[in-house]
């Protein structure tokens, strides 16, 4: 979303009055639900705020999109993206040095209970030994620079209790029942650990569950949502679930991000249960989100025993009195409220999604963007042009180290710029030339290679050399624009060894 920066970051960067110092976090899982919000909350409150995102082909920065500012606007761009992973250390620890944050939040995690029996070692690594890193990162960083006032935030989850019956408060036995669950006591006790060897003010919150409009699509509560709006428009006619009786304490994710600040402002650290002391079941759910709708669930879901849980937890019910009392800190959104919100949010999804298949470009929609833009008469243009906006992600939103290659977001700029949603390109290198060839014709290449009676090594390539600047030209030009009245050449796109 945001560029790197690559300028220093001093500790507390200047106040827009001028008369105190900013706070600076650094959020770890910035892209995700929780830190959409998180993010939100902690520019309103002033500070300056930096995520750490991972590389991806795809792009997942739309729950931020909305509060994105070019950073070339130096004066109001406070939120700022770095690339980095909880699985290398030299990242975190780079960054750490760079930024010189006051609160650290760690955000970050493979978060699905179910995919975590699948992934098992990838999710310990992340969510397990990722914290380790972090939190030794934020060691070595304070003692090499004395900063001790440095305050860190763990992300822990209400599946570290698992088995343990509720009500479940911070002095609850955790029996976990995933690999992810027992990565996450692994990161709670990481954190006190580091609290208690080396004096770092680190606290745990264990979450209850939270969602949101902004929750991820294979999670329970949105894949029910999202189908509700898809069924409820024609676009879809059966939910396939597992268990329907499992309880789970729901909240509203933009009240539980309060918490996590909250705790990071007390004069001592400490670990907090946060939750609404309400459990209602799946099936609840179900009727909830259907009902509103003036659906029935039992016409539209079917049991499908793929999706229970190699080792199910029943019942989650928190008991957050502690936060209540210390923190001050009580949900705002009840659990139906927060239904309906979903709801809402998934049935106008729905209806968008509609407007393309109606219009013959269902293969068009994907879920975070559109690859290609037709619109079909007039009457429609509006709808689309307005989807089209609202759901892409724009490639000179990321961060540099984050960027596709220099040719599809050359097209990209160009489709975008042609439509009048955006002006200007900001490019590096334009003298650097490349090989370029198109992907479908290669991947036969590599399954050539693997039919020939012995194995060999072999060179795939067009044998034509083009630079940036011709790609430009054409890309440009082939539209019926100048290239120059839109590019910018910014220094920081050149690679280290370029300049």
Request: aromatic fraction near 10%.
């Amino acid at each position: 979303m945001a560029e790197t920066q690559e300028n220093h970051v001093n500790s507390g960067s200047e106040s827009t009055n001028g008369t105190a110092p900013r706070k600076i976090a650094l959020i770890t899982g910035i892209t995700g639900q929780d830190g959409s919000y998180l993010t939100e909350f902690l520019l309103q409150k002033g500070y300056e705020v930096h995520g750490l995102i991972r590389r991806s082909s795809n792009f997942n920065t739309q729950r931020i999109n909305h509060i994105y500012i070019d950073p070339h606007n130096h004066s109001k761009a406070l939120m700022k993206l770095h690339y980095a992973d909880l699985t290398d250390a030299s990242s975190l620890r780079r960054w750490i040095d760079e930024i010189h944050p006051d609160e650290v939040y760690n955000l970050a995690a493979q978060s699905h209970v179910a995919v975590s029996f699948e992934i098992p070692d990838f999710t310990a690594d992340v969510v397990a030994t990722g914290a380790l890193r972090l939190l030794e990162a934020v060691r070595s960083h304070i003692a090499t620079t004395g900063r001790s006032h440095i305050k860190y935030y763990q992300a822990g989850s209400s599946e570290m209790f698992g088995a343990t019956p509720p009500p479940q408060a911070e002095n609850t036995p955790f029996h976990p029942r995933s690999p992810y669950a027992v990565s996450k006591v692994a990161a709670h006790w990481y954190t006190v650990n580091y609290r208690e060897a080396y004096g770092i003010y680190a606290c745990n919150g264990i979450l209850f569950n939270h969602e949101s409009p902004r929750r991820g699509e294979n999670f329970v509560t949105r894949k029910i949502t999202r189908a509700v709006g898809r069924i409820k428009v024609g676009l879809q006619s059966k939910l396939f679930l597992g268990n329907l009786q499992a309880s789970r304490d729901w909240g509203f994710a933009g009240d539980y991000v309060e918490a996590m600040w909250l705790m990071l402002q007390q004069e001592k650290p400490d670990d907090y249960v946060v939750a609404t002391e309400e459990s209602h079941s799946v099936e609840e759910f179900l009727k909830v989100s259907f009902g509103y709708v003036g659906l029935k669930w039992e016409d539209h879901v079917v049991i499908d025993k793929r999706y229970f849980r190699p080792a199910e937890v029943d019942n989650l019910k928190g008991d957050s009195s502690k936060a209540r009392k210390v923190l001050g800190w009580k949900p705002k959104v009840g659990f139906e409220q927060l239904v309906k919100m979903m709801v809402d949010e998934d049935v106008e999804l729905a209806k968008r999604e509609k407007v393309l298949v109606d219009a013959g470009n269902s293969t068009a929609w994907m879920k975070y963007g559109l690859p290609i833009l037709v619109i079909p008469s007039p009457a429609e243009s509006g709808q689309i042009k307005i989807l089209y906006k609202a759901r892409c992600t724009t490639h000179s939103k990321l961060p540099k180290t984050a960027q596709v290659s220099a040719k599809q977001k050359i097209t990209r700029a160009v489709g975008r710029i042609k439509v009048g949603l955006q002006s200007k390109l900001f490019l590096g290198n334009l003298q650097a030339s490349r090989d370029w060839g198109f992907a479908g014709d290669y991947v036969e290449a590599m399954w050539l290679m693997l039919q020939q009676e012995k194995p060999d090594d072999y060179v795939v390539a067009t044998e034509e050399s083009h630079s940036v600047e011709e790609f430009l030209k054409m890309s440009f030009g082939y539209v019926g624009l100048k290239w120059e009245d839109h590019v910018v050449i910014d220094k920081r796109y050149f690679r280290p060894a370029e300049r």
